[in-house]
Nanobody, 123 residues
Framework: QVQLVESGGGLVQAGDSLRLSCAAS????????MGWFRQAPGKEREFVAA????????YYVDSVKGRFTISRDSAKNTMYLQMNSLKPEDTAVYYC????????????????WGKGTLVTVSS
């Protein structure tokens, strides 16, 4: 069974850091591109970051470049999102997702989704 489980969300102040984790079943993780998306209240789900199967290629939405870092550990079947210098506008439910082959910033292209973890950044 394909499973993605996010963790690491919470309530922090502006300027703080958080690290999100996405634990995947081996079948989900191997040879698949993975990504993080987020959805703020009243807004559509948006792309945050993506990483290819090897971890060598990463992509970010402009608003998080220089602050967020996506990575993956194949030995642990886990993907991470290190979030630094958090801002109130980063407040959202963060979802991890996976798809075969190439990375995508299109949520409709993703094959598997986790249930999300809430990140709240207070000013």
């Amino acid at each position: 069974q394909v499973q993605l489980v996010e963790s690491g969300g919470g309530l922090v102040q502006a300027g703080d850091s958080l690290r999100l984790s996405c634990a995947a079943s081996r079948r989900t993780f191997s040879d698949r591109a993975m990504g993080w998306f987020r959805q703020a209240p009243g807004k559509e789900r948006e792309f945050v970051a993506a990483i290819n199967w090897s971890g060598r290629n990463t992509y970010y939405v402009d608003s998080v470049k220089g602050r967020f870092t996506i990575s993956r550990d194949s030995a642990k079947n886990t993907m991470y999102l290190q979030m630094n210098s958090l801002k109130p506008e980063d407040t959202a439910v963060y979802y991890c997702a996976a798809k075969p082959w190439r990375c995508s910033d299109d949520s409709n292209a993703m094959s598997y989704w986790g249930k999300g973890t809430l990140v709240t950044v207070s000013s």
